[in-house]
């Protein structure tokens, strides 16, 4: 989707280190989302944020912090205390944060920690 | 919690029709979506279709829902080498947030 933005598209970091993706967008969509997707186990929700200046957990947000500070961006720090962290990451938005409105996907940053 | 579950797999040959299959546990499911992704990409939505329906087509592609069995299939058509990908189906219930259960995906191969 050329409307979302995830940079970089491939990311190595060595354990112990935090690390930060990038997601903009300019479809003024209200809703940003952050999945983590690993194979055979689908998309799982990390956070989102319905506003700017506020967010939400998701299922698995231990380990990952995020700001949104501006509407167009949601960044996501990967955090040491991440255990697992390799993975593909992918960042979401919607027009609104209700349950009719389709998400639009970035092409995702993979994640490769050693 | 919700589950949404999927084959894993399926392989069919070019031209042949494709069906892939997705079961949900939540009754209350508002939508349902049909997500593809390409290799190294983001998803793509291809269709979706309200609770109150049983069916719905969009050219090569038709969505059935039998709600009393929980079961979502998606249906394509003359089944292209450029359909091979993962497809992903998706649920979500009436909530305040858009928070949509995944199924793990399915890859479909496309063998010419």
């Known amino acids: 989707d050329g409307g979302i933005t995830q940079s970089p598209k491939y990311l190595f970091r060595k354990e112990g280190q935090n690390v930060t993706l990038s997601c903009e967008q300019n479809?003024?969509?209200?809703?940003m989302y952050w999945y983590r997707q690993d194979p055979g186990q689908g998309l799982r929700l990390i956070y989102y944020s319905q506003i700017v200046n506020d967010f939400q957990k998701g299922d698995i947000a231990e380990g990952y912090s995020v700001s949104r500070e501006k509407k167009e961006s949601f960044p996501l720090t990967v955090t040491s205390a991440q255990k697992n962290p390799t993975a593909f990451y992918l960042c979401?938005?919607?027009?609104?944060?209700?349950?009719?409105?389709?998400?639009?996907f970035g092409n995702g940053t993979r994640l490769t920690v050693t | 919690g919700e589950d949404v579950e999927q084959s894993l797999f399926l392989s069919v040959r070019e031209g042949d029709s494709s069906v892939i299959n997705c079961t949900y546990t939540d009754s209350s499911s508002t939508y349902l979506y049909w997500y593809k992704q390409e290799p190294g990409a983001g998803l793509q939505l291809l269709t979706y279709i309200f609770s109150n329906m049983d069916m719905k087509q969009d050219q090569r592609l038709t969505v059935l829902l039998n709600k009393k069995d929980k079961h979502l299939s998606l249906r394509i058509a003359d089944t292209q080498t450029g359909d091979s990908a993962i497809y992903f189906c998706?649920?979500?219930?009436?909530?305040?947030?858009?928070?949509?259960?995944f199924g793990t995906g399915t890859r479909l191969t496309v063998i010419p």
């Open positions: 998706a649920e979500t219930y009436q909530t305040g947030a858009n928070n949509l259960f």
């Open positions: 479809l003024n969509h209200d809703a």
């Open positions: 979401a938005t919607s027009s609104r944060s209700s349950y009719n409105s389709p998400l639009h």
